[in-house]
């Protein structure tokens, strides 16, 4: 099985920003906004991030507005250090005194969808143009555990056994979301606020 690894958007820090510095040299022209798995770690320089949710849990994998993607905490790092293979490590810097690095996978999976099945898969909701889930070739095999895919930056895949490594370290606020689901559309949703209950006919 195939995940996709996040940070739990609703609850703990959240840092944005990049200094215009870090962001010509990170981010240039014609490159997606996001890590596009470039190596990046030759070109690293202080990206002047601000932590935008000074109140919230310090998990172990924070959400950056505009930023890197996969920021880590240093308990994270020990517990996926069996998979990093084509990844690189960054030292982020000191988060409330506590270590974080960026996770930046470089190995790009070509041959991993198996697109007349994920057209079946999609099929199954309303929203096929929309579905981000896909069906994996029954053939394929991991080459690495985490990894990337064309057209999809700022994402970053890993497989089972990163999840379970995850699990068992019980990590906070690290999401693994099975990109086989039928609706994708569910992610997207659980980063809304619940709607507020409806107020009862006089």
Same mark, same amino acid.
């Given at each position: 099985?195939?995940?996709?690894?996040? %940070?739990?958007?609703? &609850?703990?820090?959240?840092?944005?920003?990049?200094?215009?510095?870090? &962001?010509?040299?990170?981010?240039?022209?014609?490159? %997606?906004?996001?890590?596009?798995? &470039? %190596?990046?770690?030759?070109?690293?320089?202080?990206?002047?991030?601000k932590i935008a949710t000074k109140n919230g849990t310090l998990n172990d994998m924070i959400y950056w507005f505009s930023g890197p993607d996969s920021v880590c905490s240093e308990r994270a790092l020990k517990a996926f250090e069996p998979f990093l293979e084509h990844v690189e490590v960054i030292p982020l810097g000191p988060i409330r005194g506590v270590p974080f690095f960026v996770l930046n996978a470089t190995y790009f999976e070509e041959d991993l969808i198996d697109p007349v099945e994920t057209d079946r898969l999609r099929a199954r909701t309303n929203y096929h143009g929309l579905d981000n889930s896909f069906a994996v070739r029954t053939s394929w095999k991991p080459r690495y555990h985490m990894f990337r895919m064309p057209e999809s930056y700022g994402r970053t895949f890993v497989t089972e056994d990163v999840k379970l490594a995850g699990e068992q370290a019980k990590l906070k606020g690290v999401a693994f979301y099975d990109v086989s689901e039928p609706n994708a559309l569910n992610f997207f949703r659980s980063l809304l606020d619940p709607p507020e209950p409806r107020k009862a006919k006089k």
């Open positions: 099985m195939i995940f996709e690894i996040s %940070p739990n958007y609703r &609850r703990g820090v959240k840092l944005y920003d990049l200094s215009p510095d870090a &962001r010509a040299v990170l981010c240039p022209p014609g490159v %997606p906004e996001y890590f596009d798995g &470039r %190596p990046v770690a030759h070109l690293w320089i202080d990206p002047g991030f």
